[in-house]
């Protein structure tokens, strides 16, 4: 499941975000030695899906989810100041696969005045220092184990290591390095902040709720980078429409001027950043969406839903859901031909309706 931190600086907005982002009170709260941990998650609305489940009305629908995570706030400047961000919050955010970082765009008593290009550049600084010194510890550590027993995977790692360093002197952050999975991967272990794609948000005053389009305008110029989405939203307004029934929530949405809900919005957001389809699936107890990575193929896409359908993969029959919503029959699709039998090497495309054939 696709889980985003959300980060900022203490006050920024956080937690009402978090709220305006997974309602229905779901959050489960872990613990951890200082603060606790709010873990909440949202569905992945898709009008493809209800359309499928309408035609096959079998059991349950069941839509994707996104996890979200409620991370500890930091000062800004501290991280410079002391040599890193503490424990806690790098741990929190070592286990997301991306981050949305909040910057508060609105008045608050004790706070400065807001600053979102500011803000945003300050914290780039500071997450190129923290990456930094993670990779200088590093470093130190291989480079001490390399002498003592060397091994060609040492010399790789440092290899990537020194790469990841090189970067970083640049002011470039580690996502924009042409990396393998390999690589990412063993990345992911280390708590790295500008490994991860942002998909950064301006939180804006309960005036300026209206006005995202224009707002995002403002400050594209300022706010880019490699694997940089940039939003804006108005959590407290957004966690007042999460609590409302989707009629009133529309209607209060028209009122102020806001065409798409920031649950909506940053999740289609969320999944551009990250390069993320869907797919669904039809069976007798469930109409189904599942996430994948753009460039899937069948046989690794079957292992979204289970690893025994990618180990035993056979055939998948398919047909996207464009031709599907023409016809509205499984059968139509596969009498005029749009529903075909697929290898495993066949590319997934988002919105295919997949049938899977397995033996185990
Ligand atoms: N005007 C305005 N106020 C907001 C908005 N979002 C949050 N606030 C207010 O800002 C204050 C801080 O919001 P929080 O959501 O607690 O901020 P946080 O980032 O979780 O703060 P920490 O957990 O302390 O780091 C609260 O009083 C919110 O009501 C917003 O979009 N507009
Ligand atoms: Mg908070």
């Known amino acids: 499941m696709l889980r985003i931190g959300i980060i900022g600086p203490s006050g920024c907005g956080k937690t009402s975000l978090f709220k305006a982002l997974s309602p229905s009170s779901a959050a489960q709260v872990g613990s951890s030695n200082k603060r606790e941990i709010h873990i909440g998650q949202a569905k992945v609305a ?55 970082h909040l910057l508060r765009d609105f008045e608050f008593p004790g706070l400065p005045d807001p600053d979102p290009a500011g803000g945003y550049k300050t914290d780039f600084e500071e997450f190129l220092i923290s990456d930094q010194i993670i990779i200088e510890h590093k470093l130190e550590r291989l480079h001490k184990e390399n002498n003592k027993h060397p091994q060609p995977e040492y010399a790789s790692e440092i290899k990537l ?134 460039g899937m193929t069948a046989r690794q896409a079957a292992g979204a839903i289970h690893s025994d359908m990618e180990r035993g993969f056979i055939r998948a029959e398919v047909v996207n859901f464009e031709d599907f919503k023409t016809r509205n029959s499984l059968s139509a699709c596969r009498k005029d031909g749009v529903r075909r039998l697929e290898g495993k090497n066949y590319i997934v495309q988002d919105g295919d309706i997949i049938e899977y054939r397995f033996a185990v």
């Open 46 to 100: 898709d009008a493809r899906l209800d359309h499928i489940f309408k035609v096959y009305p079998r059991g349950k629908k069941v839509n994707a989810t996104v996890e979200y995570v409620d991370v500890a706030g930091y000062q800004r400047g501290e991280a410079a100041k002391s040599g890193g961000y503490d424990a806690q919050f790098l741990g929190e955010i070592r286990t997301c696969d991306a981050l949305l």
């Open 161 to 294: 290591m020194e790469q990841c360093q090189a970067a970083l002197s640049e002011e470039k952050p580690i996502r924009s390095l042409h990396l393998t999975n390999e690589e990412i991967f063993l990345l992911k272990s280390y708590q790295l902040l500008t490994l991860k794609p942002e998909l950064v948000v301006i939180n804006l005053s309960e005036a300026d709720a209206g006005r995202v389009a224009e707002i995002v305008e403002q400050y594209q110029s300022k706010i880019k980078g490699d694997g940089v989405v940039l939003s804006a939203a108005c959590a407290s307004i957004e966690m007042e429409i999460a609590e409302l029934d989707p009629d009133s929530a529309r209607e209060f949405m028209d009122d102020l001027g806001i065409k798409a809900s920031a649950l909506d919005r940053l999740i289609t957001a969320s999944y551009e950043l990250l390069g993320l389809i869907s797919f669904f699936t039809v069976g007798n107890d469930e109409c189904r969406a599942w996430t994948i990575k753009k």
